[in-house]
């Protein structure tokens, strides 16, 4: 089978099996994202064991995270699943008082059909935390989809847009500021729409694209997720939303049918290349002209030389593993390296739509063939493959 996306790019299918991580490792960096939650793992010994040992906490460490571990009494549906996550809630909340606790449901959850859906809401009315529930488990594609469904999950409790008490008190700081210092020091907004980011990044990196926005005269609202649960952005109609990462479709599904955003169809800031192109995207969109990202993407290149020397004509062949694949080939192609595969578990095809454009770009500006992509690929045929 086979999906063809134009006269160059096509796009295979094959019937592997998915070689990935358990999309429950979301949880080792979002807990460290969202500063002010507690992620509560619910599943079975195999679950805690899979994440003591991927997420390697050391002895002192003390993460905003747990596991409600499932018994066999639980698996038989003959005990009350309520009231032990209620236990356990009402713990975190002493010990820990995070503003919001996350459920994580696994693969058990879902085979015995376990309401956390429905125990929720009536758990967090009694405790008077939020509680959300995410079901980030082995049925997925890939494991960095754990955290598309934990942000699907926070978009609903998104406030929707007006002039809250936070965004009065960030209008008196801006006038102040403007009036302590000198106006040819200030970078002007744009009079344009709110402009909501999502995808988990670092704070540094979520930093860097907040100020290159910034240098286009483009102020980014809030990011989803927020650092703080109690600070997330503004959801609704007339709000624009981009993605910094392929693997967030779901989040974008949810942001566009649900919350009634309006999706920038954009690459993803994957190197300079990715970067520049995803701010050209960007920019038109509120009537804004881009400056200087040609210079700046040359820059930042020549600071490269001396590795993009180490790569250049060496090859590179993707088994598929975290939907990052098309992402991370266009940006090796630009680098000078040939790529003899691309292998995905899934991809949206909507949702990567300028990414697979800006692939096909790339390769005819490197004067090199467009790589096969392969969806779900089967490990032994890529393999002979490999060999051939």
């Known amino acids: 089978m086979s999906v063809k996306i134009d006269e160059t790019l096509i796009v295979e299918c094959e019937t592997g099996n998915y070689h990935t991580f358990c999309p429950i490792s979301c949880v080792s960096w979002l807990y460290q994202k969202i500063e002010d939650s507690f992620f509560l793992v619910v599943g079975t010994k195999t679950c805690g064991y899979f994440l003591q040992n991927a997420l390697g906490v050391m002895i002192f460490a003390e993460p905003r ?15 009350n699943d309520y009231e032990g996550l209620k236990k356990l809630c009402i ?28 125990m929720a809401p009536k758990l967090e009315w009694e405790i008077g935390i939020p509680i959300l529930v995410a079901r980030a488990n082995g049925l997925d594609y890939a494991f960095t989809q754990g955290e598309d469904t934990v942000l699907a999950a926070m978009a609903h409790r998104c406030p929707e847009p007006e002039f809250s ?4 008190k960030e209008t008196i700081q801006h006038f102040l500021t403007f009036h302590s210092r000198k106006k040819e020091e200030l970078v002007e907004y744009a009079n344009h729409p709110s402009l909501v ?9 979520a930093s860097q694209l907040n100020l290159e926005l910034k240098r286009q005269s483009i102020k980014v609202s809030g990011w989803l997720p927020a650092q703080k649960y109690t600070d997330l952005p503004s959801l609704g109609d007339g709000v624009y939303v981009c993605g910094v990462h392929p693997f967030l479709s779901r989040t974008a599904t949810t942001l566009i049918r649900r919350e009634k955003c309006q999706l920038i169809a954009a690459p993803f800031p994957i190197g300079p290349d990715g970067t520049r192109a995803w701010i050209e995207k960007i920019c038109p969109v509120f009537g804004v002209e881009p400056q ?7 820059r930042i290149w020549e600071s490269l030389k001396d590795y993009l020397d180490l790569v250049d004509g060496k090859s590179v062949f993707f088994m598929g593993d975290n939907l990052l694949e098309v992402s991370l080939a266009r940006f090796l192609i630009r680098c000078g390296m ?11 095809k909507r949702y990567q739509t300028a990414e697979l454009s800006l692939l096909q770009d790339t390769c005819i500006k490197m004067c090199v063939p467009i790589p ?5 690929p089967d490990n032994s045929n890529q393999i002979r493959r490999i060999r051939e």
């Not at 980011?197 to 990196?205: A, D, E, T, W």
């Not at 040939?338 to 949206?348: F, K, L, T, W």
């Not at 096969?372 to 779900?376: G, L, M, P, S, T």
């Open 65 to 79: 995270y747990a596991m409600a571990e499932l018994e066999e009494g639980d698996i038989s549906a003959q005990l």
């Open 91 to 118: 713990r975190i909340r002493k010990d820990r008082d995070p503003s919001v606790i996350i459920w994580i449901g696994t693969c058990t959850t879902e085979i015995i059909k376990m309401d956390l859906e429905g």
């Open 165 to 168: 008490v936070r965004e009065r």
């Open 197 to 205: 980011l999502f995808g988990s990044l670092p704070s540094n990196v």
């Open 292 to 298: 200087g990202l040609e210079e700046r993407e040359e």
């Open 338 to 348: 040939i790529v003899h595969e691309i292998g995905i578990p899934y991809m949206d």
């Open 372 to 376: 096969r992509i392969v969806e779900k």
